[in-house]
């Protein structure tokens, strides 16, 4: 709750000795503010304004006279209350949303903060129709403030982000709805929430190279920041636009994913494509971004080359029995030794691999059964019938797989040591 302080001058007032109930009135005015109000009440001779609030029909809350004086409100009744004055007039016109939550959030906190449980309307103290019979004292006395955000209500439970700053090859952060920024992370670490309807508003990248960022953004749709850096605002903040996709491209390689309202977790992509859905008003929760080690991609059997991946993503197929044929590894600068042992040629030896060495055979319907794998980073294997193996070291002389079993190979995977 923001409370806007006006900062009037006031005559000589009284400090109140008690407070035991809320009294809500109405401006009996459609347009006026605190100001505006302080001003009518000068005018009739008093200290200044007699409410201690006002609440504007756009939601925001206005201090009048300062809380803990004596009001000009009702007369009889003001040495033991708080004034509370909605702006409008409620014989004539219906209460906005905006205007009720504001009203309920403040009694509500006014009710906690005094211990208290009476609020009235001045018709209840005094002869008089104030604050109107449209004014809905019902719901200002006990209603739960519904959401006026377009995304809805935040809601409880779900992951949150490592709630430290921690830096790395490619480090980044969000601005969260209600958080604000949140702390840096780094190298495919999660930055954000998942599970509580909380939108990513902005995203800070601190880049490795050139890096190109584009994001869609509700209701200004793509928007491209070019050559960024740490401190690049790639969104908007303070005006409650999710972002709904991103878009990286740069001198080096990045993998990344996005966590969508609906959707869940996107595939992993790589630069120049797009993470998340675009067009469907779904909001950005949560993101991910790493540099990988190495890209690669697996020729399947009937399916042919799937798209490149980065190490921790599974590479290939599990539980569908098709057999890996072939894997093309990018080593993005790290030297890498392959061999691999392949259904009716026995064992081959690749020596020192670069892009576009095919470690297998495509076309032959062949199998890839064993490898043997040397580099700076550790592998396992999905096999036919056994399923996926223990983590090894690329060593150059562990073999993951089978030999003389005619068991297919179905999928591998690479992480960093």
Same mark, same amino acid.
């Given at each position: %709750?923001?409370?806007?302080?006006?900062?009037?001058?006031?005559?000589?007032?009284?400090?109140?000795?008690?407070? *035991?109930?809320?009294?809500?009135?109405?401006?009996?005015?459609? @347009?006026?503010?605190?100001?505006?109000?302080?001003?009518?009440?000068?005018?009739?001779?008093?200290?200044?304004?007699?409410?201690?609030?006002?609440?504007?029909?756009?939601?925001?809350?206005?201090?009048?006279?300062?809380?803990?004086?004596?009001? &000009?409100?009702?007369?009889?009744?003001?040495?033991?209350?708080?004034?509370?004055?909605?702006?409008?007039?409620?014989?004539?016109?219906?209460?906005?949303?905006?205007?009720?939550?504001?009203?309920?959030?403040?009694?509500?906190?006014?009710?906690?903060?005094?211990?208290?449980?009476?609020?009235?309307?001045?018709?209840?103290? %005094?002869?008089?129709?104030?604050?109107?019979?449209?004014?809905?004292?019902?719901?200002?006395?006990?209603?739960?403030?519904?959401?006026?955000?377009?995304?809805?209500?935040? @809601?409880?439970?779900? @992951?949150?982000?490592?709630?430290?700053?921690?830096?790395?090859?490619?480090?980044?952060?969000?601005?969260?709805?209600?958080?604000?920024?949140?702390?840096?992370?780094?190298?495919?670490?999660?930055?954000?929430?998942?599970?509580?309807?909380?939108?990513?508003?902005?995203?800070?990248?601190?880049?490795?190279?050139?890096?190109?960022?584009?994001?869609?953004? /509700?209701?200004?749709?793509?928007?491209?920041?070019?050559?960024?850096? =740490?401190?690049?605002?790639?969104?908007?903040?303070?005006?409650?636009?999710?972002?709904?996709?991103?878009?990286?491209?740069?001198?080096?390689?990045?993998?990344?994913?996005?966590?969508?309202?609906?959707?869940?977790?996107?595939?992993?992509?790589? *630069?120049?494509?797009? &993470?998340?859905?675009?067009?469907?008003?779904?909001?950005?929760?949560?993101?991910?971004? /790493?540099?990988?080690?190495?890209?690669?991609?697996?020729?399947?059997?009937?399916?042919?080359?799937? +798209?490149?991946?980065?190490?921790?993503?599974?590479?290939?197929?599990?539980?569908? =029995?098709?057999? #890996?044929?072939?894997?093309?590894?990018?080593?993005?600068?790290?030297?890498?030794?392959?061999?691999?042992?392949?259904?009716?040629?026995?064992?081959?030896?690749?020596?020192?691999?670069? /892009?576009?060495?095919?470690?297998?055979?495509?076309?032959?319907?062949?199998?890839?059964?064993?490898?043997?794998? +040397?580099?700076?980073?550790?592998?396992?294997?999905?096999?036919? +019938?056994?399923?996926?193996?223990?983590?090894?070291?690329?060593?150059?002389?562990?073999?993951?797989?089978?030999?003389?079993?005619? #068991?297919?190979?179905?999928?591998?995977?690479?992480?960093? /040591?």
């Amino acid at each position: %709750m923001n409370i806007v302080e006006t900062n009037l001058s006031f005559g000589a007032m009284t400090v109140r000795s008690r407070t *035991n109930r809320i009294i809500c009135h109405h401006a009996a005015a459609k @347009t006026c503010g605190a100001a505006t109000i302080h001003s009518w009440h000068k005018a009739n001779g008093w200290a200044g304004i007699g409410y201690h609030y006002v609440v504007r029909k756009n939601g925001t809350i206005e201090r009048g006279r300062p809380e803990k004086y004596v009001g &000009a409100h009702a007369t009889g009744s003001n040495s033991d209350s708080i004034g509370v004055c909605f702006e409008g007039n409620f014989d004539q016109e219906s209460m906005g949303a905006a205007q009720k939550n504001a009203g309920i959030e403040l009694i509500s906190w006014l009710k906690s903060k005094y211990g208290i449980g009476t609020v009235v309307g001045h018709r209840d103290v %005094m002869a008089t129709s104030c604050p109107g019979k449209y004014f809905p004292m019902a719901d200002i006395v006990n209603g739960k403030v519904s959401s006026t955000d377009p995304d809805g209500d935040v @809601t409880s439970g779900g @992951t949150t982000q490592v709630q430290k700053d921690q830096g790395g090859a490619i480090t980044y952060q969000v601005h969260a709805r209600k958080i604000g920024w949140m702390n840096w992370r780094c190298d495919g670490d999660m930055a954000g929430t998942t599970g509580q309807n909380r939108r990513i508003e902005a995203i800070r990248i601190q880049p490795d190279g050139r890096m190109d960022v584009s994001v869609h953004i /509700k209701t200004d749709g793509d928007k491209k920041y070019s050559n960024i850096n =740490a401190d690049t605002l790639i969104g908007t903040t303070g005006k409650s636009k999710r972002l709904e996709a991103l878009m990286i491209e740069g001198d080096k390689q990045f993998r990344y994913r996005v966590h969508q309202k609906t959707y869940g977790w996107s595939a992993w992509t790589s *630069n120049g494509k797009w &993470a998340g859905v675009k067009g469907k008003s779904k909001q950005i929760e949560a993101i991910q971004i /790493k540099e990988p080690i190495i890209l690669v991609r697996a020729h399947v059997q009937s399916v042919g080359w799937t +798209e490149y991946v980065g190490d921790d993503e599974v590479i290939g197929t599990t539980g569908k =029995a098709k057999r #890996l044929e072939a894997i093309q590894i990018d080593p993005l600068g790290m030297e890498i030794k392959a061999k691999a042992h392949i259904q009716g040629d026995g064992w081959v030896d690749y020596g020192v691999i670069d /892009k576009d060495t095919v470690i297998g055979t495509t076309g032959e319907s062949k199998r890839l059964e064993c490898l043997c794998l +040397e580099g700076d980073f550790e592998w396992r294997a999905h096999l036919a +019938e056994s399923g996926w193996t223990d983590w090894t070291e690329a060593d150059g002389v562990a073999t993951l797989g089978t030999v003389g079993q005619a #068991l297919q190979m179905e999928a591998i995977q690479i992480r960093r /040591k």
